[in-house]
């Protein structure tokens, strides 16, 4: 399975994005899924992920009440709701897929298929 990342953008503090993760040559089926970012001078650090086939998911602190992952499967993509962005959402955003152990969600090391990321800036 290949990922496509999109909907990146420049935006002032406040403001909203929604970013896209679309699927070819394969599904999301059977794999968690999951968006991180990585800002200029830091290392990748988780955002948000399907970690469970029923649905349930995970968000990192900094970003919950904000943030909304989505998916649709029939589409084959999953979705990163960006709602109050502030400067220091500035980033690139990747979406993976895997199937990293219990727990172990946040390592973006465990995650061995991902998309070409998609900027996200954000102005004050």
């Known amino acids: 399975v290949q990922l496509q990342a999109s909907g990146g953008g420049l935006v002032q503090a406040g403001s909203s994005l929604k970013l896209s993760c679309a699927a070819s040559?394969?599904?999301?089926?059977?794999?968690?899924v999951a968006w991180f970012r990585q800002a200029p001078g830091k290392e990748r650090a988780f955002v948000a992920a399907?970690?469970?086939?029923?649905?349930?998911?995970l968000y990192t602190d900094s970003v919950k009440g904000r943030f909304t992952i989505s998916k649709d499967y029939a589409k084959n993509t999953v979705y990163l709701q960006m709602n109050s962005l502030k400067p220091e959402d500035t980033a690139v955003y990747s979406c993976?897929?895997?199937?990293?152990?219990?727990?172990?969600?946040?390592?973006?090391?465990?995650?061995?298929?991902w998309g070409q990321g998609t900027q996200v800036t954000v102005s004050s």
């Open positions: 399907f970690i469970f086939n029923g649905g349930d998911t």
């Open positions: 040559g394969g599904s999301f089926s059977g794999y968690k």
């Open positions: 993976a897929v895997g199937r990293p152990p219990f727990g172990r969600w946040r390592d973006a090391a465990l995650w061995p298929i």
